[in-house]
């Protein structure tokens, strides 16, 4: 049974900081890229970062130098670090794990991250 469960989220002001963390069960983690994506209200979903099993993490332009996405392979789960937080960081945000070589993926339920003033 494959289960991606997202945890972290929260209410922070701008300029906060908040880091969001994943879990994986049910798969096997080294075969799977983990991501990152987040949704606002009365916007499309979008890929925030990305992180493979080996390799080093990619990020949407919009979140470079602010956010760090890590995995640690040990415990399956993979973390969103997120500094300097501005008002358009508030979305719903997604944990999904993608089969490496394959169009299969698990989406996580997601968590919600408020920027308020």
């Known amino acids: 049974q494959v289960q991606i469960v997202e945890s972290g989220g929260g209410l922070v002001q701008p300029g906060g900081s908040l880091k969001l963390s994943c879990t994986a069960s049910?798969?096997?983690?080294?075969?799977?890229?983990m991501k990152w994506f987040r949704q606002a209200p009365g916007k499309e979903r979008e890929l925030v970062a990305a992180?493979?099993?080996?390799?080093?993490?990619t990020y949407v332009d919009s979140v470079k130098g602010r956010f760090t996405i890590s995995r640690d392979n040990g415990r399956n789960t993979v973390a969103l670090e997120m500094n300097s937080l501005r008002h358009e960081d508030t979305a719903v945000y997604y944990c999904?794990?993608?089969?490496?070589?394959?169009?299969?993926?698990?989406w996580g339920q997601g968590t919600q991250v408020t920027i308020s003033s």
């Open positions: 999904r794990a993608d089969l490496d070589n394959s169009s299969a993926f698990y």
């Open positions: 049910g798969i096997t983690f080294k075969f799977y890229t």
């Open positions: 992180i493979t099993y080996l390799h080093g993490p």
